[in-house]
């Protein structure tokens, strides 16, 4: 058997108990999209150097290879149909292989997101990972940016910061004191969890949403344009991670606003839904802050505990410059 179809047997041929649903072993995957319903899917790549360290734990990869792209589901109010996986590898190490496999496939199957299929090759360099998901949503109910409108409430999920933190730390562009205790943001940084129950709970409910991967300000930015209107965040109200209180105030702004790697979700809602949002939250196991307002005038105001105008210089994450 050819290494390459060795490595899928192996490693990624699952079952597949999903029903109407023809996974790995044919040219393509086959499944069936409920009645009323449209079928949602999301792209993303993870490269190393960029995306990942070279020695980051390939469990906690293979997971979050995964849940970045469930992040993209729950935030238009989707349920998972299935993935498919495409890896380029410089070498075939079966410990690692199996070591990604398990964290991708644990993950894969508490939000039933069935592996479908996907391909492998060699690289040249480091590993690229690629994953497809498949979703399925009410069309009447997705999550679409451009449905923000003055008035709604602004809310994030979870708390925001520690990603960031961990990348500078070890990057070594940030220090601690070495006697803090230190909470465990790595674990944020490696092992984030998809918002699928909330994000699942808000349709009907919420109006646009957003997963925040590339910083808070950026991400919700794109709302802002796509809804051509505006908002306003006051920054006392931003839920931080344990620890952040450490840093300075304008390392910890740039974590809260400018930090990415988060997978939590901005997103909108009326006034009159603030109840019905706190209860979705209770039934999600989460967290959600109220965190600001949209406004019909364009732009992001940032605002101090003094009222204050924050300056902006939160950009977020740069695929092409970082």
Same mark, same amino acid.
């Given at each position: 058997m050819?290494p390459?179809?060795?490595l899928?047997?192996?490693?990624f041929?699952?079952?597949?108990?999903m029903?109407?649903?023809?996974?790995?072993g044919?040219?393509?995957?086959?499944? %069936?999209?409920?009645?009323?319903?449209?079928?949602?899917? =999301?792209?993303?790549l993870?490269?190393? $150097?960029?995306?990942?360290f070279?020695?980051?734990d390939?469990?906690?990869?293979?997971h979050?290879s995964l849940a970045?792209?469930?992040?993209?589901l729950?935030a238009?109010g989707?349920?998972?149909?299935?993935c498919?996986?495409?890896?380029? %590898?410089?070498?075939?190490d079966?410990d690692?292989?199996?070591?990604?496999?398990?964290?991708?496939?644990?993950?894969?199957?508490?939000?039933?997101?069935?592996?479908?299929?996907?391909d492998?090759?060699?690289s040249? =360099?480091?590993?690229t990972? =690629?994953?497809t998901i498949?979703?399925y949503v009410?069309?009447?109910?997705?999550l679409?940016r451009?449905?923000?409108?003055?008035?709604?409430d602004?809310?994030v999920s $979870?708390?925001?910061?520690?990603a960031?933190a961990?990348?500078?730390v070890?990057l070594?562009k940030?220090?601690?004191?070495?006697?803090?205790p230190?909470?465990?943001?790595?674990?944020?940084?490696e092992?984030?969890?998809?918002?699928?129950?909330?994000?699942?709970?808000?349709?009907?409910?919420?109006?646009a949403a957003?997963d925040?991967s590339?910083g808070?300000?950026q991400?919700?930015?794109h709302?802002?344009?796509? =809804?051509?209107?505006g908002?306003?965040?006051?920054?006392?109200?931003l839920?931080?991670a344990?620890?952040?209180q450490m840093?300075?105030?304008v390392?910890?702004?740039?974590?809260?606003?400018?930090g990415?790697?988060v997978?939590?979700?901005?997103?909108?809602?009326?006034?009159?839904q603030?109840?019905?949002?706190l209860?979705?939250a209770?039934?999600?196991?989460?967290?959600?802050?109220?965190i $600001?307002?949209?406004e019909?005038q364009t732009g992001?105001?940032?605002?101090?505990a003094?009222?204050?105008?924050?300056?902006?210089?939160?950009?977020?994450?740069d695929?092409?410059r970082?």
């Open positions: 050819a390459e179809f060795d899928i047997r192996r490693h041929t699952w079952p597949v108990t029903a109407g649903t023809l996974g790995v044919d040219d393509c995957a086959l499944f %069936l999209p409920p009645a009323g319903r449209q079928v949602a899917v =999301s792209t993303d993870l490269v190393e $150097g960029r995306h990942f070279p020695d980051v390939p469990r906690a990869l293979g979050k970045v792209n469930l992040s993209d729950a238009m989707a349920q998972p149909a299935g498919v996986l495409g890896l380029a %590898l410089p070498d075939i079966h690692w292989l199996a070591a990604f496999a398990a964290g991708f496939r644990a993950l894969s199957e508490r939000a039933n997101c069935p592996l479908l299929g996907g492998t090759t060699r040249l =360099s480091g590993r990972i =690629s994953v498949f979703g009410d069309p009447a109910q997705a679409r451009d449905a923000a409108r003055p008035g709604d602004l809310w $979870g708390r925001l910061g520690a960031h961990a990348l500078q070890m070594e940030w220090s601690v004191p070495a006697d803090a230190v909470p465990d943001w790595r674990q944020a940084l092992h984030p969890e998809p918002q699928l129950a909330l994000g699942g709970r808000l349709a009907g409910l919420a109006h957003i925040i590339d808070l300000a991400d919700l930015g709302i802002l344009v796509a =809804s051509a209107c908002a306003r965040i006051d920054c006392t109200l839920p931080a344990d620890g952040l840093l300075d105030e390392q910890r702004l740039e974590a809260l606003l400018g990415g790697d997978y939590q979700l901005c997103f909108t809602a009326a006034p009159g603030r109840d019905a949002i209860q979705a209770v039934a999600a196991d989460t967290q959600v802050t109220r $600001g307002v949209i019909p992001l105001r940032l605002i101090d003094q009222g204050r105008i924050v300056a902006d210089g939160f950009a977020g994450f695929h092409f970082a």
